[in-house]
């Protein structure tokens, strides 16, 4: 049984800061990819940042490159997503998700076999 768990959120205002966690515990694959998503009301999930597992490379959305910031500690099985200045329109909450065999980019949720519960995120003007 795989477990993912986000942490981090909060409100804050434009233009601070938070740092949101992923940590996976259950088992462990030698292959595989995590991600970051967000949804807002009445909207649909979006894509917002990947990184591969084995060599760290790293993929955005257009809306939040140079501005967030994907990292993983290989030995805590975890992953971080920096948000840097916050704006209104990245309320959401953002869900992890563990894409399992594939080091691989993927901007499909559908990709991704196992998510987290997701954490709020909420950025006041």
């Known amino acids: 049984q795989v477990r993912v768990v986000e942490s981090g959120g909060g409100s804050v205002q434009a233009g601070d800061s938070l740092r949101l966690s992923c940590a996976v515990s259950?088992?462990?694959?030698?292959?595989?990819?995590m991600g970051w998503f967000r949804q807002a009301p009445g909207k649909e999930r979006e894509f917002v940042s990947s990184?591969?597992?084995?060599?760290?490379?790293?993929d955005y959305a257009d809306s939040v490159k140079g501005r967030f910031a994907i990292s993983r500690d290989n030995a805590k099985f975890t992953a971080y997503l920096q948000l840097n200045n916050l704006r209104p329109e990245d309320t959401a909450v953002y869900y992890c998700a563990v894409r399992r065999g594939y080091s691989a980019n993927s901007r499909n949720p559908h990709d991704y076999d196992y998510w987290g519960q997701g954490t709020q995120v909420t950025a006041s003007s």
């Open positions: 259950g088992r462990t694959f030698s292959t595989y990819t």
């Open positions: 990184i591969r597992w084995r060599d760290g490379v790293k």
